[in-house]
């Protein structure tokens, strides 16, 4: 009598699992959404990553701030990652933004929905403007125009142009003109509403674009602006649109950012906030959906933190050779980001593929 010996039949739940997750996975930005809408009612208490609790003032604020980076880095990479245009002036529609709410709520005292669609409108005109001008140039001439009239702006603000930008001191906001639902610290709620609402907007904004027809002419002149030509189409009316739309969610970006912080400061006219729009692009994964996004918050989150951790005993108590770059935060944030270049070229967004061969092979063993 011999023995034999029953096999199983192969298993079939990685198949399984995937077709579940392809059915599920159109779905995940909304459970996102809700996630993040719901965070307000939460007490969570994470020592360490947060000063408080996920419902106190102070860690809302931090993250309504995270969120607004978020969106205005998406809406750079509609320039950057999805059109191959590289500008070093993109604060400047940003600080369009934060500097036109304040002006026209404090110094001219127009209610906040109208200072709102002034400054979206101003700002869209200004980058529409600017980008006719800008975009008569390509390359690192594009750049450097971009550059110049940021520095323009810049200038203005500090030397306190005709009385109105509080120069280097900048310009708190007048609360009395803007609704008591979004004035004083137990209001703080709304304000990361508005600011997580402002990023769906930006994401929902740029996925349409990209998804439509004139999203396929930008990723052509991302690849071969001179194919695109042939085709008959005009590239720099097509680029125009593009700048013209990155200006002007990133003027909405500053109005959402002026109510957070409750003013304007000259910081936001600086290059070196467009230069931090570059690094959270890259570090996410520029032209993918959700890279930017994960770029932009990582990077303000860490930016904010890092702050406070240089401060720390913890920093303070070990030698000078380490506590001196760890108490810099833009030392620890570049040791970052060239760590993440190096090992993960495509950004965040890469770590599923760069991640899976190991996966498959621990599954095998």
């Known amino acids: 009598m011999t023995n034999s010996v029953l096999e199983a039949p192969p298993a079939r739940v990685s198949g399984e699992a995937v077709s579940r997750w392809r059915r599920v996975r159109p779905y995940t930005p909304l459970v996102a959404l809700v996630v993040a809408a719901i ?3 939460s007490t969570l208490n994470l020592p360490g990553i947060f000063e408080g609790p996920l419902n106190s003032p102070g860690t809302l604020q931090l993250l309504a701030i995270c969120l607004v980076f978020g969106g205005l880095a998406a809406g750079y990479d509609l320039l950057f990652g999805r059109t191959g245009m590289l500008s070093f002036g993109h604060a400047l529609y940003f600080a369009a933004g934060v500097y036109g709410t304040d002006v026209l709520i404090t110094r001219a005292g127009l209610p906040l929905w109208q200072a709102a669609l002034l400054t979206v409108a101003g700002g869209a005109i200004l980058a529409a403007l600017l980008g006719a001008v800008a975009l008569r140039t390509v390359g690192i001439a594009f750049a450097m125009v971009t550059l110049a009239f940021a520095q323009v702006g810049a200038i203005l603000v500090a030397r306190d142009f005709g009385g109105l930008t509080g120069g280097e001191e900048g310009l708190p906001l007048d609360v009395a003109g803007l609704p008591s639902a979004l004035v004083g610290v137990a209001n703080t709620v709304n304000l990361y509403w508005l600011a997580l609402a402002y990023l769906a907007l930006v994401v929902f904004v740029v996925h349409r674009v990209s998804g439509s ?17 042939v ?16 200006g002007g969610l990133a003027t909405a970006g500053g109005v959402v950012y ?8 000259p910081h936001v006219t600086s290059s070196e ?3 931090s729009l570059l690094v959270m692009v890259v570090l996410g994964g520029p032209g993918t959906r959700w890279g930017p996004v994960l770029g932009g918050i990582l990077y303000m989150y860490l930016d904010h933190r890092l702050t406070a951790f240089g401060a720390s005993d913890a920093v303070n108590s070990l030698p000078a050779f380490l ?6 935060p ?3 944030l570049g040791t970052v980001f060239i760590l993440a270049v190096y090992f993960f070229p495509g950004g965040l967004t890469s770590l599923r593929s760069r991640l899976h061969p190991l996966v498959v092979a621990l599954r095998r063993k």
Do not use: H, M, N
Request: hydrophobic share 45%; net charge positive; proline share 7%.
């Open 273 to 275: 906030l467009t230069l």
């Open 213 to 229: 027809p004139t999203g396929r002419v930008l990723a052509g002149l991302r690849d071969d602006e001179r194919r695109i030509g």
């Open 330 to 332: 833009l030392f620890v």
């Open 231 to 246: 085709l008959g189409l005009d590239p720099y009316r097509f680029k125009l649109v593009a700048f013209t739309l990155a």
């Open 39 to 41: 965070v307000p009612y």
């Open 323 to 328: 506590s001196r770059p760890l108490s810099q």
């Open 258 to 265: 002026c109510l957070v912080v409750s003013g304007a400061s």
